[in-house]
């Protein structure tokens, strides 16, 4: 097949070290032009960035205060959305479980095109891509006031506003670790907070819009405060490395010029080559899947029901038990640096996110024992810290299993897994609650699915490590005995399929 590398026997070549090759040699030859930045779409009027715009400067924290408005709204307002479910609910005389497909659509459809917008960002760009996204859910919002079904809520809040969100989603993840490098943990925390805060100012303000205008004027004004978005999105700049324009820069290599054909050929293929490259990032998204997806997603909306349906408080005082949740939120995810810190050097993020799932598991299925007011303020509060802990983590342990490059990609195929799980959740909540008339039934199916995904993690992902060492570890070996040289290597991969 090639005259260099005719004494070698490429079908002998295992499939995974063939994958596992690339990588090895991405990293290795620290190839002046980056995958992730060649694929991003650029916009012409944006400004070329060094290497330190990608640690710092004002561009990057910039970046930074982008993100955290856009987890403001695609985060934020499916764990605020309570007190709008509950008037729904009444509204329309429906069911706990078919009113709990609205929220089941906008999870679903918001985490299950997720990869669409790792799509979307190599086409047109971060910014375009939010900007689509922004125009796309508000004009959801704006429709739902019309609604005059609980099924037209379903197209509207649920899958029109959903998919604006599956846009936004990935990208307003992604293009953080874009910009900022060393300080990654830090900047991922003050983006992520953007969630804890809209938990934190979201149910009083909805209740507030509810009591004042009814629950169709409040999607209205919900449609206008979405929109923000789009100006938050203006701040995100197209990454571009720098290109020298000495002689020797103009003059690529032979094995630039290899590598550039093997990077270009494994960008146009499915992001869900990361589910064979890395072992571990399968164990974390199924683990979610089951936790967050099932476990977690349908718990916000039915926490204000449940805290009604015992009589806790007027409308008002149990938008506070959730804003109050929303703080311990906050304050969840300001600690993410000091707990990682921490335990850096005894355990993996992977584990701590586990863990942090685990005790989020536990404050369900001991929320029973809160009977009254300020008891369910203690549980909303106590649970709140796990909750923003272990969505503040995602992106770090998405970072850490699969680099910088791939975040985005890899944020979008989590969110499509969790996207499956999101969709059985809310309804089996609701589900629960309709058959046995208990809420209390339905937080113990939550919390158990919360603590069964952390304990998957805590006892599989020393396997799934080792795996994955022992396949670079061979992959490393098997090169090492190939007389081949780094060109030949590259063509050799792209030649045998590895992207196919």
């Known amino acids: 097949m090639f005259h260099c590398v005719d004494h070698v026997s490429i079908t002998q ?3 995974q070290i063939r994958t596992q090759s690339i990588r090895l040699f991405v990293c290795d030859m620290k190839a002046s032009e980056s995958l992730s930045t060649r694929d991003v779409a650029t916009d012409t009027e944006d400004p070329v960035f060094n290497g330190q715009s990608r640690d710092g400067g004002c561009i990057g924290w910039l970046v930074v205060l982008g993100s955290h408005v856009c987890n403001l709204f695609v985060f934020g307002v499916s764990q605020a959305i309570g007190p709008l479910f509950v008037v729904v609910q009444r509204h329309f005389e429906e069911s706990s479980a078919r009113t709990s497909w609205i929220l089941a659509f906008l999870i679903s459809v918001q985490f299950l095109l997720g990869p669409l917008s790792n799509v979307c960002v190599k086409k047109i760009g971060f910014r375009m891509t939010v900007m689509l996204g922004t125009i796309i859910s508000s004009t959801g919002y704006f429709l739902s006031a019309f609604a005059n079904r609980i099924e037209i809520l379903y197209f509207s809040l649920g899958l029109v506003v959903g998919f604006g969100y599956a846009l936004i989603t990935p990208a307003c993840i992604g293009i953080v670790a874009f910009f900022i490098r ?12 953007g969630a804890g805060l809209a938990v934190f100012i979201f149910p009083p303000l909805l209740q507030a819009l509810i009591d004042n205008y009814g629950w169709r004027g409040s999607v209205i004004v919900f449609s206008a405060l ?6 938050s999105a203006a701040l995100f700049r197209a990454p571009e490395e720098v290109n020298s324009k000495s002689d020797e820069s103009e003059q690529t290599s ?16 499915c992001d869900f080559w990361l589910f064979k490259m890395y072992p571990t990032f399968v164990l974390f998204t199924v683990a979610s899947t089951i936790s967050i997806g099932i476990g977690y997603y349908g718990l916000p909306a039915h926490l204000v029901a449940r805290a009604e349906n015992k009589n806790l408080g007027s409308g008002a005082d149990i938008a506070l038990i959730v804003s109050l949740m929303g703080l311990a939120g906050i304050i969840g995810r300001l600690v993410i ?20 799932l685990c005790f989020a598991g536990l404050c369900n299925l001991a929320s029973p024992l809160a009977k009254n007011y300020v008891s369910y303020m203690i549980y909303a509060s106590v649970l709140g810290i796990p909750v923003g802990t272990f969505f503040g983590l995602v992106p770090q342990v998405v970072r850490d299993i699969v680099g910088s490059d791939f975040l985005t990609a890899g944020a979008g195929m989590t969110s499509f897994c969790v996207a499956i799980g999101s969709l059985i959740g809310p309804p089996c909540g609701g589900y629960i609650y309709d058959v046995t008339t208990d809420y209390n039934n339905s937080f113990y199916f939550y919390g158990s699915l919360l603590t069964v995904g952390g304990l998957m993690i805590i006892v599989l992902e020393p396997y799934t490590t080792r795996r994955q060492r022992k396949a670079e570890s061979t992959t490393r070996l098997t090169l090492s005995n190939l007389d081949l040289d780094k060109v030949c290597v590259a063509e050799v991969a792209t030649q045998t399929g590895v992207n196919s």
């Open 226 to 231: 979405n929109a923000q978005m789009a100006i």
């Open 13 to 15: 070549i295992d499939m």
């Open 254 to 269: 032979g094995e630039a010029k290899g590598l550039k054909l093997l990077l270009s050929r494994t960008a146009d293929t």
């Open 182 to 193: 060393k300080k990654f943990a830090v900047a991922n925390v003050l983006a992520g907070c």
């Open 337 to 356: 640096p000091l707990i990682l810190h921490f335990t850096q050097k005894c355990m993996s993020t992977v584990k701590v996110y586990a863990l942090t």
